[in-house]
């Protein structure tokens, strides 16, 4: 991080190496868009680059990286809700065909699921995550597919343990409520 | 511990992130209760099919390329921006020291001052309407109405006047 914050490059690039996948997908998995999570993903690296010299050793960095990268995507939701609407957003029942996103981005089993019933069904998941409140949604998406603990999600998104089991019973409940002929056709 | 709260804690429970004595809490409950039983199960159900919700790869290139990019138009676009940008933070900075505001206190003293003087000045100035007069009369017409006499325009328009008599 020293050499970060004097401007090497050649760190930066190693830094991004080991963390694109994991901030992509945070992004990816909270947007639902996978040309919009690439600039958020893009944006958060750029703030880590320019922000280095204010990182203190005495947190991890992985700590300080999800912080940075929670605040950005909440900020974003934020400034969403402000900007008039221009598109619609990309429909997921169609986005999943094929194994590739909406934008043509591969996603990462690389292969299509085999069959309408199922792609339908990843589609309504999808849609099922991305229609959480902001702050629901990032709980869930760092516990579920970052698999971070409690202490260590409510450490990236800066509130108390109890409100992150909160965040991620009414999340929990929200899911179940919207999939919940799913699940039960599952068990 | 009732069914709602227990289902409050089930989440937790699922996730193994639970004290060992509300655990067994649970596990006490849920050993009596169906319809807790049939919730946590649901809630399991769930979490499996989260897992559909697949992520995506990165760029071929990788992002550091992009980002770097990116940071390099934004230096340039800073460079620009500070022409404009440096004397006016610097005039910012100043304004906020006792000096700066004493500087500024001054400036707008005498720029009143000055105006208080040129209006008294200007009020006292002699016989400026006489020559605002004579200046409006200067590029007024009228004065050349009456040619000088045996001028050469005077003698064209007699011999006009005397031509179209003799017409008529």
């Known amino acids: 991080m020293e050499g970060i914050a004097r401007g090497d490059e050649e760190a930066f690039r190693r830094l991004v190496d080991r963390y694109e996948r994991q901030i992509l997908n945070l992004a990816y998995r909270y947007c639902g868009d996978a040309q919009e999570s690439r600039d958020l993903a893009q944006e958060i690296f750029l703030k880590v680059f320019l922000n280095a010299g204010r990182w203190k050793p005495r947190a991890r960095f992985s700590t300080w990286l999800f912080r940075v990268a929670v605040n950005h995507c909440l900020n974003h939701t934020r400034r969403r809700a402000r900007e008039p609407v221009v598109m619609a957003k990309p429909n997921p029942a169609l986005s999943e065909a094929a194994g590739q996103d909406c934008a043509g981005i591969p996603t990462t089993s690389g292969s299509s699921p085999p069959d309408s019933a199922e792609r339908q069904r990843a589609a309504r998941v999808r849609q099922a995550v991305l229609s959480l409140p902001p702050r629901q949604r990032l709980a869930l998406i760092l516990h579920r597919y970052h698999g971070f603990s409690y202490q260590e999600i409510a450490d990236h998104m800066e509130c108390s343990l109890g409100a992150v089991e909160s965040l991620l019973v009414r999340a929990m409940d929200r899911l179940r409520a919207s999939l919940g002929d799913l699940a039960r056709g599952e068990q | ?168």
């Open chain 2, 1 to 168: 511990m009732g069914c709602r709260r227990i289902q409050k804690r089930l989440k937790s429970f699922l996730d193994g992130e639970i004290d060992s004595a509300r655990k067994a809490k649970v596990e006490r409950h849920l050993a009596g209760c169906g319809r807790c039983r049939q919730a946590l199960e649901e809630m399991d159900a769930v979490g499996r099919l989260l897992e559909t919700y697949e992520g995506i790869e990165p760029p071929e290139h990788g992002l550091a390329t992009l980002v770097l990019a990116a940071r390099a138009r934004k230096e340039k676009t800073r460079s620009i921006y500070s022409l404009v940008r440096t004397p006016l933070l610097a005039f910012r900075a100043h304004l906020f020291t006792p000096y700066g505001w004493a500087t500024a206190s001054v400036f707008l003293v005498g720029i009143l001052v000055g105006q208080l003087v040129a209006t008294f000045l200007l009020r006292q100035a002699p016989g400026q309407d006489e020559q605002s007069q004579s200046s409006a009369q200067a590029f007024d017409l009228e004065i050349f109405s009456e040619l000088p006499p045996n001028s050469l325009e005077q003698r064209y328009w007699e011999a006009l006047a005397a031509g179209q008599g003799g017409n008529g």
